[in-house]
């Protein structure tokens, strides 16, 4: 409840103190290349949790957002995420498929937008859509995973001007269930162009999904791993 109102009350500020730092209409789209290892445990709700190996493998993200010169009304950023892997019980006896995707819903404004520091601070909801799945079990197994996730957001860049050269860092944490997160830091290169400019990025991002009775699942697991990706701004 305390995150809840910690996110209200930011959103508040934001919209009380600041303007939108667009000036014109602008849309971005990018996607990253996820190579993720694989850790944790899940059961039904007030089950014992099993814990399973996993191998590392490749995820995906991929985003479009808008940004506006409208006084008040917040940005809007939609992000794919694409989490799915497959491991074995400690003994091999037991194939688990765990898919933790979810799609994140984001609003929020540019406190600061410059050619040295920019800052976005909002909201978010993480809509997940995946499922626990036991195959080998006797009768197999499985559950949903389709609640949604309260998330408070932040996004910050430090950049080098005339260079292209920009650190980043990415941050959402669960405010209606508070041991979930999902942030990402890195370095990235803007190169600009006559119609839209282009972002290189590389980095380390990391998911965890911690959670005692979401959708009748306890379950403790974590994606993270480096990452590379590109953005282009129309």
């Not at 559950?143 to 996730?149: L, N, S």
Request: with cysteine; aromatic share 14%.
């Amino acid at each position: 409840m305390k995150k809840t109102l910690l996110v209200s009350a930011i959103l508040g500020c934001c919209i009380a103190t600041s303007a939108q730092a667009a000036t014109v209409l602008g849309f971005k789209v990018g996607g990253d290349y996820w190579y993720a290892d694989t850790n944790g445990t899940f059961a039904d709700k007030g089950q014992p949790q099993q814990d399973f190996n996993y191998s590392s493998s490749a995820q995906g993200s991929y985003w479009v957002a808008l940004e506006h010169p409208i006084p008040f009304i917040p940005n809007i950023k939609i992000r794919e995420n694409s989490l799915d892997q497959k491991g074995d019980s400690a003994n091999s006896s037991v194939t688990a498929f765990t898919d933790l995707s979810n799609t994140d819903f984001v609003l929020y404004y540019e406190i600061l937008d410059n050619d040295i520091v920019s800052l976005d601070l909002g909201a978010a909801y993480k809509l997940m859509h995946g499922s626990f799945r036991v195959q080998d079990a006797v009768p197999p197994k499985e559950k949903d995973i389709d609640d949604g996730i309260i998330m408070g957001y932040a996004s910050g860049e430090v950049g080098i001007p005339g260079i292209g050269l920009f650190g980043f860092a990415d941050l959402m944490v669960g405010a209606s269930e508070s041991s979930v997160y999902d942030y990402a830091v890195g370095l990235g290169w803007e190169f600009d162009g006559v119609t839209v400019d282009t972002r290189v990025r590389v980095g380390y991002r990391e998911f965890l999904f911690d959670v005692s009775n979401f959708s009748g699942v306890s379950a403790d697991t974590t994606f993270k791993g480096y990452f590379a990706g590109v953005e282009i701004d129309f």
